[in-house]
């Protein structure tokens, strides 16, 4: 994983990459979301539905131990080792959204990141530990 010098570095990041992955899909027609290309694994639709599960699956792992509950990682039913079922319910969840939907929805879903982010410290976001959730997860991740 690469090292942030920041918070702020680390937010900067996230919101350059997320506007590259986004205007990816910006010349794709609503026709093609679903289509798969040679050499890609995942269609317009679901590489964005992957995104949008993740990022709310990780705000949901805060969200659940700040209210005393029990985290499970990565999700209720699924295993690390085991993580295609857990994909398919993201491309499930949006199936039924338009690209132009996603798009939006993924746009929306950055901003709320970014400032769920943005409300740590800079000792939570880079101690591992810090968090119980994180300590949870294979690596025993940072935030």
Same mark, same amino acid.
């Given at each position: 994983m690469?090292d942030?010098?920041?918070?702020?570095?680390?937010?900067?990041?996230?919101?350059k990459?997320?506007?590259?992955?986004?205007?990816?899909f910006?010349d794709?027609?609503?026709v093609?979301k679903?289509?798969?290309?040679?050499?890609?694994d995942?269609t317009?639709?679901?590489?964005?539905?992957?995104q949008?599960g @993740? $990022? &709310?699956?990780?705000?949901?792992w %805060?969200?659940?131990? *700040?209210e005393?509950?029990?985290?499970?990682?990565?999700?209720?039913?699924?295993?690390w080792?085991?993580?295609?079922?857990?994909?398919?319910?993201?491309y499930?969840?949006?199936?039924?959204y338009?690209l132009?939907?996603l798009?939006?929805?993924f746009?929306?879903?950055?901003?709320?990141?970014?400032? @769920? $982010? &943005?409300?740590?410290?800079e000792? %939570?976001?880079?101690? *591992?530990?810090?968090?119980?959730?994180?300590?949870?997860?294979?690596?025993?991740?940072?935030v």
């Amino acid at each position: 994983m690469q090292d942030y010098k920041s918070k702020q570095a680390l937010i900067t990041e996230i919101e350059k990459t997320a506007k590259l992955f986004i205007n990816e899909f910006v010349d794709v027609e609503e026709v093609d979301k679903d289509k798969l290309i040679d050499g890609v694994d995942r269609t317009p639709a679901q590489m964005i539905a992957y995104q949008l599960g @993740w $990022l &709310d699956l990780v705000m949901k792992w %805060d969200r659940d131990e *700040a209210e005393g509950k029990q985290v499970v990682t990565p999700c209720e039913g699924y295993k690390w080792n085991k993580l295609g079922g857990l994909y398919q319910s993201f491309y499930d969840r949006f199936s039924t959204y338009s690209l132009a939907e996603l798009q939006d929805l993924f746009k929306e879903k950055v901003l709320d990141f970014v400032q @769920w $982010l &943005d409300g740590f410290t800079e000792e %939570d976001v880079f101690t *591992a530990g810090s968090r119980k959730w994180a300590s949870s997860t294979p690596s025993n991740w940072p935030v």
